[in-house]
């Protein structure tokens, strides 16, 4: 059920329907390669959000477009708003979906960027606010090497043909490298969004790791730091090779997985927090 969708009336039907869960996307705008619309993130999470509910009645409210993406104003088309405000804007959403019957919101993280900023925000409210629980979950929780390794134990994926099985078990068969931009992300814009994916760009900036940092030592909670490092390695804001394996039917075989394990978490959370009747 989308949020945007309903008539006010059908709001109490939806609260009980949904044992009284919100799904809140939350990704960002920010330039993924030359192939990629900055909106990626948005988009996937929001479309797993609404295709997860469909197996798990929930209602999803509108994807947020407003992440973390600090350091990255070097291109154009990435909105960056200041921390408080965007901490303020998490804070008022949930408390205004909370307002309106909803005892539950899971922030559903499309973005790497965004896990620090939204684990410390559950932290620091105590995991509620105004009487409604705040949960968060990353959303990319599988990929392509998962994939392979799926395939190579015989499950089947009726989306792929055996060329798409040859792409991806060549792809992890040779370690080839993958992240921000890369063939996951690109074969998921395939299947969701294609007319807005150009896959002539796709070598336009090169998404290698150039290695700079490698003699450093990196404190894994700095998440500053970590961006630093990100950065200077994938100057280009892209991570990945061999975009040409991408393909629509990889990014639904790997979108049905993470759009079942969406659902997985949404009747989780519903068993856990649902109020007894």
Same mark, same amino acid.
């Given at each position: 059920m989308r949020w945007e969708d309903l008539r006010e009336e059908e709001f109490d039907d939806a609260i009980e329907r949904s044992g009284g869960v919100c799904v809140l996307p939350v990704g960002c705008l920010e330039m993924h390669g030359q192939h990629l619309p900055v909106g990626t993130d948005t988009k996937t999470c929001t479309y797993i959000a609404l295709e997860a509910a469909r197996l798990e009645? !929930? !209602? !999803?409210?509108? $994807?947020? +477009?407003? $992440?973390?993406?600090? $350091?990255?104003h070097m291109w154009k088309g990435s909105i960056d708003l200041s921390l408080e405000l965007r901490l303020e804007l998490l804070r008022e959403l949930c408390s205004e979906i909370g307002r309106n019957g909803f005892d539950t919101v899971m922030l559903l993280n499309g973005h790497g960027g965004n896990r620090a900023v939204l684990d410390e925000f559950v932290r620091s409210v105590g995991g509620k606010i105004n009487n409604v629980k705040v949960v968060t979950r990353n959303? #990319?929780? +599988?990929?392509i090497q998962r994939l392979a390794r799926d395939l190579r134990g015989g499950q089947k994926f009726p989306e792929l043909t055996e060329e798409d099985k040859e792409k991806v078990l060549? #792809?992890? &068969? /040779?370690? +080839?490298?993958?992240?921000?931009?890369?063939? /996951? &992300?690109?074969? *998921?814009m395939l299947a969701i969004d294609g007319e807005n994916v150009d896959l002539s760009r796709a070598e336009a900036v090169s998404g290698l790791n150039l290695h700079i940092t490698d003699g450093y030592r990196r404190?894994?909670?700095? *998440? /500053? $730091?970590?961006?630093?490092?990100?950065?200077?390695?994938?100057? /280009?804001s #892209?991570?990945?090779e061999h975009i040409e394996l991408s393909s629509a039917n990889i990014g639904r075989a790997i979108l049905r997985r993470r759009i079942e394990l969406q659902a997985k978490a949404c009747g989780d959370l519903k068993k856990r927090y649902v109020k007894k009747k």
């Open positions: 009645e !929930v !209602v !999803v409210f509108s $994807g947020l +477009y407003f $992440g973390s993406v600090p $350091g990255l959303e #990319f929780q +599988y990929g060549t #792809f992890a &068969e /040779n370690r +080839y490298l993958t992240g921000h931009a890369s063939v /996951n &992300e690109t074969s *998921i404190r894994p909670h700095s *998440i /500053n $730091g970590e961006l630093g490092f990100w950065l200077t390695d994938h100057p /280009n #892209f991570e990945g």
